[in-house]
């Protein structure tokens, strides 16, 4: 709570352009947030993504590119608070002390960490182990009570609350304890190409993912190109036809139609209709944030006051929550 408001807290990896998985899971349900009795804090996270190896030129473009599209999204810089990581030193300084506190044990049980490091064989690094405790302090700095998330994070937020916990029983209430928050309407929508993998923006497969800026054309090939079935029935059935259920998942998600509805709509019509109408609505829906983002990305000192402007709003907040825990630690505060 800050001035009688709740915190609201999420964040974002710079590690690509967002997909429209991104968007229906998070980035679409951020300027949804917004408003009386909160302050939202939405954090560019640059720390986080050089857990895989980036390049830099490519990230600083990222990272700009991931303001703007925030912008475009419907985030309201004047209410709320749109920062890069690290421009806040403090996202490093908590993170150290809370990897002071935090067990190995509970860092291997997280199934990312599995994940990714079978993904990056070749570069398991310590930063890659520890993600979720800068993850942590991303949260606990600014006190947040509300942390949107999808799905695959829910296990980095039940860390966190018990780093937190266990912080405040040995050194008193320095944390307020947050909470996961991820909206019913999220829906998850999985790889084009593989439907049992979330669709991501870091895919070698270009055709496994739709990214927000992908242009109309590009839209409607890798819809088309998307894997199905071949029984023919445009049908809601994760376990058996988890491609057809994943294009009725994007489709609902950009029309507002429920399942039954859509299933309806599709009755009698083949797969080409349901490619077809879904990337109708994808283009339809993606076509006034492109054009906002257009816009945004030709005013390059517009975006970098933006990430100025937040980067010291954000390092107050920030500070306040480091010189508490320094104090708790016995370090100079
Ligand atoms: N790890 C999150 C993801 O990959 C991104 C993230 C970084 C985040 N810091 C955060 C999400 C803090 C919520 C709160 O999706």
Redesign the pocket.
Known sequence: MENGKKIV?????PSGIPTIGNYVG?LRNWPLLQGEGRLCYY?V?NL?AITVKQDPDVLRENTLSLTALLLACGVDPKESVIFV?SDVKEHCELSWVLNCATYMGELNRMTQFKDKSAKHADNINAGLFT?PV??AA??LLYQSDI????E??RQ?IEICRDIAIRFNRSHGEIFTIPEGYTPKFGARVMSLQNPAQKMSKSDPNPNGFVSIIDTPDVIRKKLRKAVTDCDGIVKYDLANKAGVSNLLAIYTSFTGKTMQEAEEHFAGQNYGALKNETADAVIEGLAPIQAEYARLMANKDYLHEIMHDGALRAGEAAAKTVKKVYAAMGFNA
């Open positions: 807290l999420s964040g974002i990896q998070a954090c996270a986080h990581q993600y800068l993850m991303d949260i942390v949107p998330v999808g695959d994070q980095h």
